[in-house]
Each structure stands twice: as structure tokens, then as C-alpha cells.
DNA sequence: TCCATTTTTGAATTTTTATTCAATTTTTGA
DNA sequence: TCAAAAATTGAATAAAAATTCAAAAATGGA
């Protein structure tokens, strides 16, 4: 992965890694406000002081943790987009794709979902913003997506931008149950009814007009 | 609304009412992290200790707020519920209801969509607790939409809690992206195109099976 | 081995704010 | 009008935690 580098940079990525992992699950279990720098050096185990030498702040290891991990889905999600398929095909991968890389990794997503949402970071933060660019990048690309299965006519004449709004709509309201839950089931296996809703629709057929 | 009270209690309540909405301006713009108890005296025009005459402290302000919004809707909600609607009817006045509801106040639902998902709170803190349940209540009311609407043959066979969740997602995702854009459309607008993805699905009828 | 350089450390500092409370102002009822 | 009661005030207090930094430890080359 790390090519060309001598031992002491790839010691000190390693060490960062360590960190950022141990923050991964103080974050997922407390939250940002509600974690401290104590702790996460404790659990990294270094002295609060070291963090401050592999991250500016609080904030910039909180950013760090969430900006790398999204661009890795982001990644493999634009190899799904890259391969030729179907529009359908390629809706029904890059899901798959998401729950079971949402499924791995739990403890991040926990961050992620909890976050997505607070206005005042994703909007004024520098490194906030930065994440939300991710997040409308992959929105771009499934509307992309969209388009491309209506001029096909396999989709309905619909504005794509509101089929990729619906679909991550369905998508997250699954993820979002699936991580409050207890951990029982298999997300993943939500896959097929998320795919049914969204394209088939709930109405029962034999009324259908 | 409030009847037989006394002249103090009903100003009590006014002032307390003030704050409130004093609050929900400042927490709509900073959050709850970024508000201080300062800024929302300032805003409500009293002096910082006045509001401890009113709540218990801030986060029992915030909660307070929440819980208070979230009941009205709640109840506006239960009344659509108990009218005699088909399943379809009810799940549309609903979804004009909430849309609507949103629309009048922004500022409030910047705030509870952003905290809806803070883990911490929700499972950990007593009134956090109170919020989520009046979510849950919610989910169960529309799964128990769904069920009748697949007794009656008018929706496909298929597990109502998930149907359910499916909505909730188209929903809160045009909720989501109204809230975060510049404010140019009319988010009840787009109740037809949620009616519609949810219950037709956005595959074409000419490729349907 | 030795010492210069790099890295780590965690106690001390600083900052930020929620909360308190004694003093002040306003309201009330006689 | 007046004094007791209620309400308001905002400066002072306290607590929490992010960040800093001088000292200690580890490392590396000669």
C-alpha cells in the first residue's frame, strides 16, 4: 500500500493508524463531545501530548477518521460505477457494496450516520465541508446513474436527482435501524427488500392500474 | 388552550414560551454545542440566571423545546389517524401534514433532524429517551398503516416494519435536502414524487414484468 | 559507549461556559 | 403609599477538558 517510504515514515503512518483506530471506537461509543483526548491517548497508548504531534487537534483527528474511511467506500464504489452494467446492475452492487462495508465496520458508521447531519460542521468546518463534498459527489454519481437507466427507458421519466434522493432515502433508513438495533440481523440481507421497495414500489400489484 | 389559569401562571407560561422560542433560534443556528446559556438570555431579552427560573438547565431547555414540538405533531398526526382513510389516503394526509408542519418551521426541524441520530443522548439521557420514544411511536403507527393496507390487498406482502422504515427514508432524505439547501422550493411539492416512488416504484411499466 | 536528535510524556495552563447566588428591581395586596 | 414577596440580574464560581511545553526517554550514527 505505502510504496517508497523508509522505516521511520512507515512507522509513524502505522502510529497514526493506531490512533485513529483507537479514536474510532471512543468516538463510536461516546460521540465527539462526549469523548476526551485523555481517553483516546489511554487507549492508543500514548501520552495525551503525542496525539498533538500525528493531528492538529480534536478536531482534525475526528475529521481525519471520517474524510479516510468515506473516501475508501467512495473508491470501491466508483470501481462498482467504472465496470459495465446495467443501471439496475450497478444500483444493486453499489448497495450491496455499502451494507456490507456499513455491515464490517460498524463502529465508524455509527460516527458517520450520527454526523452527516450537523449543520454547523458540515457547513462551516473546512474539514467538515470536505466530507460533505463526498457525500454530494456520491449523490452526483448515482444521479448519473438515474439518468442514464431513464434514457434506456428501464427507469420512469423522473427527475434523477429525486430517484437519488429516494433511493439513499431507503438506504439509510435501513442502516440507520440496523445500527440502533441490538445487532441482531444481517444487514446485508436488506439488500433485496431495499432493492424491491425502491423499484417495484409498495402497492399491491393486483390493484395496479 | 390553556383555560382556567391565572393571570400569573398565564404570564409564567408566555415568558417561558419566549425563551423557548429564543432558543430554538439559537440552536438552530449553532447547535446545541454551540449555543450558550448567554446568547439564548440575550436573544429572549433576560438576564443569564432567569432562565434557571424556567428550566432546570440547558439541556432540559433543549429537550424541552424537542419534546414540546414533537408532541404537536405527534397529536396533529394521531387525529389524521383516527379519520376513516384508506391506507393510502392516511399515509398521503400524513405526509402532507408532516410536510407542511416542517415547512412552517424550519428552525425546529434543523434541530431535531440533526439530533435525532445522536446516539449518546438517545439511549443514554432520560429526556433524550422521551424524544425517541415518541419516534418509535410514530414508526409503529405507520407499520400498523401498512398492515392494513396488506390485509386489505392494497399493498404487496411484505414485512410492514420495512415498509415503514422505507417510507420514513424517502421522507426524512427530501426533509434532509430541503432543510440543507438555500431554501428555494416548496418541500410540500414534493409529496406527489415521494407518494410516488414509494408506492409505484421507479422501474418503467414498460420493462415491468 | 556516547551524545545529538527525535519522540514521548503528563502535569500545568488556558479557555470556555454552565450554573449559582447575593444584591437589586418589580409586583402585589392592604 | 408601603413593606413583604416574587422575579430578575449578571458578576463570581466551578468544573471540565483541549492544548502546551519543559523535562525525560528513546533512538541512531560514529
Redesign the interface.
Given at each position: 500500500m505505502e510504496r517508497g517510504l523508509n522505516r521511520k515514515r512507515r512507522e509513524y503512518l502505522t502510529r497514526r493508524a493506531d490512533i485513529l483506530s483507537a479514536a474510532e471506537k471512543v468516538f463510536a461509543a461516546?460521540?465527539f463531545?462526549?469523548s476526551t483526548m485523555d481517553e483516546i491517548a489511554k487507549r492508543a497508548e500514548f501520552g495525551t501530548g503525542s496525539l498533538y504531534k500525528y493531528f492538529r487537534g480534536k478536531k482534525d483527528l475526528y475529521f481525519s477518521l471520517i474524510d479516510e474511511k468515506v473516501g475508501e467506500v467512495t473508491r470501491l464504489l466508483r470501481a462498482e460505477l467504472d465496470k459495465d452494467l446495467s443501471p439496475?446492475g450497478k444500483i444493486e452492487s453499489m448497495l450491496y457494496l455499502q451494507l456490507s462495508f456499513i455491515q464490517r465496520d460498524r463502529d465508524f458508521f455509527?460516527i458517520y450516520?450520527?454526523?452527516r447531519?450537523?449543520?454547523?460542521w458540515?457547513i462551516k468546518d473546512e474539514l467538515g465541508k470536505r466530507v460533505h463534498k463526498k457525500f454530494i459527489a456520491y449523490l452526483s454519481a448515482l444521479e448519473e446513474v438515474?439518468r442514464d437507466g431513464i434514457e434506456r427507458?428501464?427507469?420512469?421519466e423522473?427527475?434523477p436527482r429525486?430517484?437519488a434522493?429516494?433511493f439513499?432515502?431507503?438506504?439509510?433508513?435501513?442502516v440507520?435501524?440496523w445500527i440502533?438495533s441490538p445487532g441482531a440481523y444481517s444487514l446485508v440481507s436488506?439488500a433485496p427488500?431495499?432493492m424491491?421497495?425502491?423499484?417495484?414500489?409498495?402497492?399491491?400489484?393486483?390493484?395496479r392500474r
Open positions: 461516546k460521540g463531545f462526549g439496475i455509527k450516520v450520527s454526523d447531519t450537523r449543520f454547523e458540515t438515474m427507458g428501464q427507469f420512469k423522473m427527475d429525486d430517484m434522493h429516494g439513499v432515502g431507503i438506504v439509510n433508513s435501513f440507520f435501524e440502533m436488506k427488500t431495499i424491491n421497495i425502491f423499484f417495484e414500489g409498495v402497492r399491491s400489484l393486483k390493484e
